[in-house]
């Protein structure tokens, strides 16, 4: 008979710092605009103007550590779920947070966003009549039917590899001794900060040798890719077995701020270096950076971020919404400042703070304590701050009466 775990006790660092793995997100799509470096069709928007090499190194920084961390939190959630609830409930749940809200808005946003990145580019491009042409091109019933995933991509890998995920842990379920040996070493290894870095990167480093590539590019096609899967559902299954050893969270504040620096350092002396690095010798650093990167800020928000604060529940909860909608607003407000003569980074910033403010008051007033929350969140909030305050405190009388 399958024994369903008490539940644990939430973990406020975790969901924080899912929550702002999700909101650099903004960061990324208000920098990437301003740099010098060429993505092709993932992001065809480069302002002529102003660019600086710095926006790049943001991008990549970023982009070195964030939708790691993501999966890897994103499966001790998903283990949590499965071994806390029963299998078919977990499913539910994550039907109703990732897969509904998927389908929804990777269609609702598509006409946004093709629109938006249509309109700036011939912005960018000194077209004189960029509205009238942009609305020749959007205004055919086909702009309705969505052609990527864009920024909805890792969702999409979300909902494939929990998939696969499920039906490893119900086979596994069925060895309780292997899973018992998998979850011995694994507490053996977390518990160790310089073993568990070396090991881990070790494995990423062998992934990276079995693509055969130093470099994960961002799929956002419907048809999935391979190396996108693979890539993320090791990080993914980290998270996972992480969850059968959450008594050892607490080792991983052990080093946390010595592994941020050490990878920090890591990723600008390779980033300043690229092109005198062999293969070999560039999977090996990003193998460390990354996993040195994951244990520092998983670490730090472990010391800092255990304790309820209702500012940052506020913003753990928006964050779902806030990265949902960003995207457009983000592609559309460079065409608005385009001729402005700035530089680059003052640019970014003003892109990074006019969509963050518009899609947090939108999170505010139409959202949070609106069906659409309850569709995203599970519930309706309220909205006050204070609110919150009080309801955790109430929680915790609650709690110890029983």
Not at 16 to 35: D, E, F, P
Not at 108 to 130: K, M
Not at 256 to 281: H, K, Q, R
Not at 339 to 360: H, N, R
Request: proline share 3%; charged share 15%; with cysteine.
């Amino acid at each position: 008979m399958n024994t369903v775990l008490p539940k644990t006790e939430r973990l406020h660092s975790l969901d924080s710092l899912r929550a702002i793995m999700m909101l650099l997100g903004l960061v990324i799509h208000s920098s990437i605009t301003y740099g010098l470096y060429e993505y092709g069709d993932a992001w065809r928007l480069k302002d002529p103007s102003s660019n600086s090499m710095i926006n790049d190194l943001i991008v990549f920084f970023i982009h070195s550590f964030r939708m790691q961390i993501f999966f890897v939190v994103s499966g001790f959630f998903g283990a949590m779920l499965f071994y806390e609830r029963k299998p078919l409930a977990m499913i539910k749940n994550r039907v109703s947070r990732i897969v509904y809200p998927f389908i929804v808005f990777v269609i609702l946003l598509w006409p946004l966003i093709f629109f938006s990145f249509t309109y700036t580019g011939f912005v960018f491009a000194g077209e004189s009549n960029a509205w009238a042409e942009t609305m020749a091109i959007v205004g055919t019933p086909l702009i309705l039917i969505p052609q990527t995933t864009f920024h909805l991509w890792f969702l999409y890998y979300l909902i494939l590899i929990l998939g696969v995920s499920t039906l490893i842990a119900v086979a596994i379920r069925k060895t309780p001794s292997l899973a018992n040996t998998i979850s011995i070493a694994f507490s053996w290894i977390i518990q160790k900060p310089v073993l568990r870095v070396l090991f881990f990167a070790v494995i990423t480093g062998l992934v990276y040798l079995i693509m055969g590539i130093s470099q994960v590019e961002t799929s956002n096609s419907f048809i999935p890719d391979f190396n996108t899967f693979f890539y993320y559902f090791t990080f993914f299954i980290v998270g996972w077995v992480l969850f059968k050893s959450k008594e050892h969270l607490d080792s991983m504040k052990r080093l946390d701020w010595v592994c941020t620096v050490l990878g920090i350092v890591l990723f600008f002396g390779y980033a300043l270096n690229v092109p005198s690095y062999s293969f070999e010798m560039t999977i090996l650093v990003k193998s460390l950076v990354v996993w040195f990167l994951i244990f520092g800020f998983t670490g730090l928000f472990l010391r800092y971020g255990s304790k309820h604060s209702a500012r940052m529940r506020y913003i753990s909860d928006a964050s779902y919404w806030v990265y949902l909608v960003h995207l457009p607003i983000a592609a559309f407000i460079p065409a608005l400042i385009f001729e402005w003569q700035v530089p680059a980074m003052l640019k970014f910033l003003t892109v990074l703070s006019v969509t963050s403010i518009i899609c947090f008051v939108t999170y505010h007033l139409f959202v949070r304590s609106t069906f659409i929350g309850k569709f995203l969140n599970g519930r309706k909030y309220t909205r006050s701050v204070a609110d919150i305050r009080h309801i955790e405190e109430a929680r915790k009388v609650s709690t110890s009466l029983t």
